[in-house]
Structure formats: C-alpha cells, structure tokens
C-alpha cells in the first residue's frame, strides 16, 4: 500500500519506513540492528532512522540506543499502534487513527469526536477500556491487550437506508471473525460470546453521522474474565481461531474495516439480498430462549430467527412475539 496513514494524536503521517524500521527491530528482539542496514532499508539518512525511533519510543516501545552498535527492541509486547495498523488498513480508514493504551470508551470518544467535526473514517482503538460500552448501557469487560476494541466514524446521505445499519454491522462482524452471528449483536463461538457490535446514530440536517463500534476478544483464557462471566465468554485463540502471532489484531482489524465498507456498498446496492444473508447467518434458530422485558418481565419462548426489521422472532405457546433489541436489554439462548 503506498498510502501513508495520519496518528492524530501524534500528529504524524505514519507509512512504510516506519513500519520497516519498527518489524527490523521486531525480528531481532534483543539484538542491536544498525543505524546504516535500517538507513539502507527505509532509504532515509541516519539521522531519519533516528527521529523514526524516537517516535516509536514515544508510543512506548522500548528501545535501546548505543553508539556504533545501533538500536535494539528490549521487548516484544504486542502492540496496536499507528505503525503496526499500516499496511492493514484501508485508506478510508487511514486518514485519522487515535490510538490508546487505556481508554474510559472508544465508542464515547469517537462520539466526541464526531460531534466536534471529525472526518469520516476516523478510526479510535484502545488496549483497554474502562468503561467499555455494551448493549443496553452494560460495560464491556476486556483484559488489558487481548482484545480488538475500536470504533469507526462514517457519514451518510439523506435518504441511505440508515434503519439497516444494524444489520449490516453485524453481518460485517460476522464474515470479517469467521465467528457465528447470534441475535441481537453478538458474535459466539457456541453459546459463549467472543465479540459484539454497538452502532450510534447522529442525525444531522442533510447527512447523518454513524459510530461503529467492535469489541472482540482475540487472546487469552476465559477464567481470566470477571466471575460473573465464566463459562459465558469465549476468546478467539482458545477456540482454536487463531494464535499468538502479533499479527493477529492488525489483521482482523483490516478484515473488519474492509468487511464494513463491502458489505456497506452491500446495502446500498441490494438491501433485500443483505437482509436474506443476516437471517441466514443467525443461530439458535428452534432454540429455547429467555429474556428480559423492559418493564422487569422475565419471559421465555422458541427463537425463530430475524424480521425484516431486524427484530427477533420468538414463538411463545404459539404466539409471535418480536422482540427489539433496543427494548430488550437481557436475551439468553439457553437450549
């Protein structure tokens, strides 16, 4: 890709010396690498080398620097980084990257930031949240540096199907992980969720600003996840999906954010066909299912599958119920 990508919070444009430099060092953890062979590598001057460490020593990378021996990586810790996202992303998402260590929300800070005139295609990305945002105002709980946790900024014309996009985030996610799609917005491995999706909604006079957020849990062992979720939660490499390779986020991330522009055009192109693929990617269908009304009601029933509202279908006694995942803030497949 020769496309360069923009760290606002650097304020740097970030492409391929960058990356080069920073995968030099990467194979050779604990070995000093040259100023000259990395100068040779990226066609820059020795002094260009060094401005380049600089910046990945800023993004917290431990580097150390002697002279005549050159630069060598203390560590090899894993990383969501401008440097490391290049090469991954689309240029649509390319333009504005916010990356974070810890974050209260990328979902919240993307809002902000929309709603402070953000670009479309502003990308925020966290290794932790705080206060990680989930379905119906529930926190998403993700330890420290396992996890996919990022938010998307994209603007619409008056008259785009916006009431779809629900649907098309999820069906995004789906194809994007590999993962099973189950209703209303989470992606499972069985019956345990590894990921889900929010979308926010901000509705201008001629166009309207949409947040897509993904919260996906890549690595790691899920008895490592606060009690109250043992034995609900599953992590993509202990399913077996993936490994530990750090290549692993960068990768998903570009899946999604590519698997998101394609299924966009999708909706815009052919928004029936769309619908039929998300019916066809949910599961639990005939499956016995609990929920939660709004008003407190604890009700029960057979999942039927989705409408073309998004809503779920739920036969109880013989009755069609359709549930609104705005309205129903618990929904558990049980058998």
Known sequence: MSH???????????GAPEQIVLHSLQE???KFVSGTSLARKVSASRTGVWNIVQYLIDLGYGIEARTKRGYRLVSARNRLTPPELWGYLPLFFSRSVHCFNT?????ELARRLALEGAPEGTLVIAEYQSQGKGRSGRVWHAPLGHSLLLSVLVDFPEGFPLHQLPITLALASQRATGLS??????????????????LTLLS??????????????VWGDPNDYPMGLTG????????????????????????????????LSELEDNPKAQLKAWQDALVGRGEKVRWIEQDGERREGLFLGGDEGGKGKVDVDGEIVSLSAVETPLFVRVG
């Open 28 to 30: 050779n953890v604990g």
């Open 4 to 14: 360069t990508l923009l760290d606002q919070r650097k304020e740097r444009e970030v």
């Open 232 to 263: 609900k939660v599953e992590t993509m490499e202990h399913a077996g999906l993936v490994d530990g390779d750090s290549r692993v986020r960068p990768h998903l991330l570009g899946k999604w954010c590519n698997a998101l522009l394609e299924t």
């Open 204 to 217: 201008g006079e001629r166009s309207s600003k949409v947040i897509f957020s993904l919260g996906l849990n």
């Open 181 to 198: 799609l189950a209703w209303p917005n989470d992606l499972v491995v069985g019956k345990k969720k590894a990921g889900g999706v929010l």
């Open 103 to 107: 974050l209260t929300s990328t979902h």
